[in-house]
């Protein structure tokens, strides 16, 4: 059972997410898996006729849920997962279900581990009851997972991805120069491909673990980013973890990004948007978690705690974008039954 | 360096390092990889999403069909 709460600040907006996950194993193996959210949103919006800004609260509710079992072949290990999820908020609805698939081989040295799932999602306005737009989607990525020593294990992922329909946000107006703004219209297709790898290295003299993450990415709007990332998991004592992390993002703009002026110019007939992060933009993200095992009830009254693990970090999240510097905060608790 | 060159090198070299990976290690061998820093997917999976969700409402990376769209200004 894990129960965490999320937040998210920056200049024009801030986000607390509570959410909660329960996951239970039937004596045959099949695992069953749940979980609730809840995303409040407050961001500031100039209202029509006020001379300050207002503060809006959106909230988003999503839950999900998943059956999987992992089946004996033998020499190999083949695992199964279904899942679904949906999420509802006053003007956005999202459907997504999909299976997870994993093969594990050689005492579960190697792991070959395939994905794909679907997304279908309706996009509405507040400030337009009539606009009321179809996005759907599907994601498919291999994945491949090996021991390569003792201590040294090693991810290569590839994901594919695919999304049709409204691709805006129905509230964003691209600006023109030649007339008044109008509601943004970027491509209604978005072909993605991304491939991460992860690298983890443990350090038996130091109980350090060194965790290298990279991930590219490239998509048909002609946007193309890499994003390095480095964390450190240092245990002090039994119980104790400390993870300082660094991820830097640099991103191309999208093809139609507008010009460095803001406004399309005149006669312009393509795609448009109005969207910050279909800039170029740079990224960074510099944070320090804690993690700690409640192994002192070990032996007490408290027994069964002994191995939760509560947690808590906070990551300075630095950008260049207008959206402009943000704090993310998360605090949970893992409480195995 | 261009940021497509610079991902298809490190993509290659990953790919590279995993294939030349022939050495069998057998599961007694693996004590290392079950500490708290190594085996950590499992307890990151729930806050790795939110982090997730907050990089893809800032960042104009296409998300992945396996997150729910909306929330934090992503539509």
Request: with cysteine; aromatic share 10%; hydrophobic share 40%.
């Amino acid at each position: 059972m894990e129960g965490r709460g999320n937040y998210f600040w920056e200049r024009s907006t801030r986000v607390v997410v509570p959410e909660a996950k329960l996951k239970l194993t039937s004596p045959n193996g099949v695992r069953l898996g749940a979980g609730y959210l809840v995303d409040a949103i407050t961001s500031a919006s100039i209202a029509a006729a006020a001379t300050s800004d207002q503060l809006k609260t959106e909230l988003r509710h999503g839950v999900h849920a998943d059956v999987g079992k992992e089946l004996d072949l033998g020499s190999s290990e083949l695992d199964l997962t279904v899942l679904g999820a949906y999420s509802t908020e006053n003007d956005y609805r999202s459907w997504i279900y999909g299976l997870r698939s994993s093969l594990s081989w050689g005492e579960r040295a190697s792991k070959l581990s395939l994905t794909a799932s679907r997304v279908q999602d309706r996009v509405l306005s507040n400030a337009d009851r009539t606009f009321d737009r179809p996005l759907s989607g599907v994601t498919v990525g291999p994945s491949f997972e090996q021991v390569l020593a003792p201590v040294l294990v090693l991810t290569v992922s590839y994901q594919l991805g695919y999304l049709q329909g409204y691709l805006g946000n129905p509230y964003r107006r691209a600006a023109f120069a030649s007339h008044a703004p109008e509601r943004e219209a970027p491509p209604e297709t978005r072909l993605r491909h991304e491939a991460s790898a992860r690298l983890a290295w443990y350090l038996p003299g130091s109980r350090t673990a060194l965790h290298l993450l990279y991930s590219a990415y490239a998509d048909s709007w002609n946007i193309a980013a890499i994003s390095p990332e480095l964390r450190v998991y240092q245990q002090i004592g039994p119980d104790l973890l400390l993870r300082p992390r660094y991820r830097l993002y640099l991103q191309s703009a999208a093809s139609f990004a507008p010009p460095a002026s803001g406004k399309y110019p005149a006669g312009y007939l393509g795609p448009t948007t109005n969207d910050p992060k279909l800039e170029a933009l740079r990224t960074h993200t510099i944070g320090l978690a804690i993690e700690y095992r409640l192994g002192v009830f070990a032996d007490t009254v408290f027994d069964f705690a002994k191995t939760a693990w509560l947690d808590v970090g906070f990551d300075r999240y630095l950008s260049n974008s207008s959206f402009g510097n943000g704090i993310i905060g998360t605090a949970g608790a893992v409480v195995p039954f | 360096m261009n940021p497509r060159k610079a991902a298809l090198i490190a993509w290659l070299a990953a790919a590279c390092l995993g294939l030349s990976a022939c050495q069998h290690v057998a599961p007694y061998q693996r004590e290392a990889l079950a500490r708290p820093g190594m085996d950590v997917k499992e307890r990151e999976a729930l806050s790795s999403q939110f982090y997730t969700h907050v990089y893809e409402a800032r960042e104009g990376a296409m998300p992945s069909s396996e997150h729910a769209g909306g929330g934090c200004g992503c539509n």
